[in-house]
């Protein structure tokens, strides 16, 4: 292609072919602008990013392969290997970065301006191949010893990995030997997942357009299915049903405790001992009787009036055996006549109350 590097061009009147080529003869480099600062030393370049780095002016992330105009410079050697320098300029600030080649490590390395981002990581845990360094060259050159042990580490280590290259051999053969079947599979699979995809899309676009909603559904899981289910699940009555089925409750429930059990019993003998002491009474099936205070004492003083006696004496004797009727067959009722327990008087007043039938009544 160079005999073709003339054509096209434009060639003054004046132009001397013994003077050199048109740019030796119009006094400029054929690199134009890029080697304006060439008296200097430097060469302007395209330079490509060799690693990630952040940038110390505006401490932005600068990708790997972003291109930059750089001044190319040379500032020494690595033995017969030139060492250049690289300076360029942040496209998103004013701050400038230098970079320079390490032929020693076959790298860049970071002079100024900028920092590398460190995301490196030893080669040997990951059971990668790793090629020998100059100094273990050497030595393997120079020590028989240490080569015997290095190539006894080779075998050991060859031994351990047998297994696992064995399974990778396989694996390749069994799945990517037949390059038809491999398409076939993936294709098969592929087709399978757009399938469940394209479901998937349905009954969410059918959700979102019963809730009214605009917004992207993640998939579901086993925690949101369960929490769905619990959210699902509804009391079996309302709180209007509630609020009346207490309302019943309470209206239908005595006003007064219940007088069952041992307490209410306890209270009632408290309460018979207090009236016994003002007024006697007679404890029967039926309730208890009360007689007026002047009559009884006027029959109780009365010694020469033997009837009243006798009726005294019969009415402690019954009043006796109610009490053991009443205690062996507490629920049972006796019906007996008013006067073989009370004489008639005019004055007397009578109180009925059946505590037993009461309490189960209102319970």
């Given at each position: 292609m160079g005999e073709r590097k003339g054509q096209n061009l434009y060639y003054p009147p004046d132009y001397d072919p013994k003077v050199g080529g048109l740019n030796k003869f119009l006094g400029t480099h054929a690199l134009r602008e890029r080697a304006r600062k060439l008296h200097m030393g430097i060469l302007i370049i395209r330079f490509e990013m060799p690693y990630n780095i952040w940038c110390d002016g505006c401490n932005n992330h600068i990708g790997m392969g972003v291109r930059y105009n750089a001044e190319k410079k040379?500032?020494?050697?690595?033995?017969?290997?030139?060492?250049?320098?690289?300076?360029?300029?942040?496209?998103?600030?004013?701050?400038?970065?230098?970079?320079?080649?390490?032929?020693?490590?076959?790298?860049?390395?970071?002079?100024?301006?900028?920092?590398?981002?460190?995301?490196?990581?030893?080669?040997?845990?990951?059971?990668?191949?790793?090629?020998?360094?100059k100094e273990t060259q050497k030595r393997l050159f120079d020590d028989p010893m240490f080569r015997l042990e290095h190539k006894t580490g080779d075998e050991v280590g060859a031994k351990q990995d047998k297994p696992r290259l064995g399974k990778l051999v396989g694996r390749n053969e069994t799945v990517w030997k037949d390059d038809y079947e491999a398409n076939c599979s993936l294709r098969r699979n592929f087709r399978k997942r757009r399938k469940e995809l394209e479901e998937t899309s349905v009954n969410d676009s059918l959700l979102l357009a019963k809730?009214?909603?605009?917004?992207?559904?993640?998939?579901?899981?086993?925690?949101?299915?369960?929490?769905?289910?619990?959210?699902?699940?509804?009391?079996?009555?309302?709180?209007?049903?509630?609020?009346?089925?207490?309302?019943?409750?309470?209206?239908?429930?005595?006003?007064?405790?219940?007088?069952?059990?041992?307490?209410?019993?306890?209270?009632?003998?408290?309460?018979?001992?207090?009236?016994?002491?003002?007024?006697?009474?007679?404890?029967?099936?039926l309730g208890i009787t009360f007689k007026n205070n002047k009559v009884e004492k006027e029959e109780i003083h009365t010694e020469n009036n033997p009837k009243i006696q006798v009726n005294d004496e019969k009415h402690m004797e019954e009043t006796v055996k109610d009490k053991e009727v009443n205690q062996t067959t507490p629920n049972t009722s006796v019906i007996r006549d008013d006067k073989d327990t009370v004489p008639s008087k005019p004055n007397s007043l009578t109180l009925l109350a059946d505590y037993s039938s009461s309490g189960e009544d209102s319970g």
């Open positions: 040379k500032v020494g050697m690595y033995y017969s290997t030139p060492v250049y320098q690289f300076r360029m300029k942040c496209h998103l600030c004013d701050n400038h970065f230098e970079i320079k080649t390490d032929p020693g490590n076959l790298d860049y390395v970071i002079v100024s301006g900028a920092r590398r981002q460190e995301n490196r990581w030893d080669p040997t845990e990951n059971g990668q191949v790793v090629p020998e360094t809730s009214s909603l605009d917004i992207s559904l993640l998939p579901e899981t086993e925690n949101d299915r369960n929490m769905a289910t619990l959210l699902s699940l509804q009391p079996s009555r309302s709180i209007d049903e509630k609020q009346s089925l207490t309302r019943l409750r309470i209206l239908n429930s005595p006003a007064l405790p219940s007088s069952g059990g041992l307490i209410p019993a306890i209270g009632r003998l408290k309460k018979e001992k207090l009236l016994s002491k003002n007024t006697p009474l007679t404890i029967n099936s």
